[in-house]
């Protein structure tokens, strides 16, 4: 029997790193890890979606998304057949965005965030993962985001605010935690819950994602 391919996309400015503790069976998945790359200027969501779909060497694969990596595979699954798509600590609409991201689109205030300081560490890693990170954690968080090119950076905090999906795609699984501080849980329909889960259990809530995964694809 061939494995089904599962293909991981990141959160943003994160690396593959984030599933490293991720594990499928081996004799049923092969598992592979998309990167982000740097926008040709002014290209669209869209685009870049579609350009992201070129790493894809299988047919009706698994799309898995974290965060902003769930908004992308979302816009994927639009260009390519899929077997299942599933998001993590995302949103399936702009609808089930925080008041703040919809104040920001509203007031272009998101132009003056100073991505030039997203290459701070510690303002990117609080800006990827949420304000609750302690200090402590700092180093271990640092590891996980690799992309500091400030024309990305621009570019993916653009998308997800001005996201114009209103309309949820049925077919998508949403895996979300009660206490994300990204994305709060109160603005989330229809999602599968896990309890504790903050904007970054895909590092520290993997076990249950191991558990659940493989019968979620299924």
């Known amino acids: 029997m061939s494995r089904i ?3 991981f996309m990141p959160g943003l400015a994160a690396s593959p790193i984030i599933f490293e503790n991720i594990k499928l069976p081996e004799d049923e998945f ?3 890890f998309l990167e982000w790359f740097v926008p040709k200027s002014k290209e669209t969501l869209e685009e870049y979606a579609l350009r992201m779909t070129k790493e894809i060497k299988h047919e009706n694969p ?3 998304g974290v965060s902003f990596g769930g908004i992308l595979v979302q816009e994927m699954s639009k260009c390519i057949s899929t077997r299942k798509t599933i998001i993590i600590s995302s ?6 965005m925080p008041s703040r991201m919809k104040i920001a689109k509203k007031t272009l205030a998101y132009k003056l965030i100073p991505t030039s300081l997203l290459a701070n560490v510690e303002t990117l890693v609080k800006y990827a993962f949420g304000e609750n990170i302690i200090s402590s954690r700092l180093k271990l968080y640092e590891k996980y985001l690799s992309v500091r090119d400030k024309k990305y950076l621009d570019w993916a905090i653009e998308s997800v605010i001005l996201w114009s999906r209103d309309q949820v795609d049925e077919k998508i699984i949403h ?28 590092i520290n809530k993997y076990k249950w994602l191991n558990e659940n995964l493989p019968k979620m694809i299924y």
């Open 30 to 32: 092969e598992m592979y």
């Open 62 to 64: 698994v799309l898995i």
């Open 91 to 96: 949103v399936k609409t702009n609808k089930e």
């Open 175 to 202: 895996i979300h935690g009660d206490a994300d501080e990204v994305f709060p849980i109160q603005n989330i329909k229809n999602a599968i819950v896990v309890k504790g889960g903050t904007h970054i259990m895909i």
């Open 5 to 7: 391919p599962v293909y």
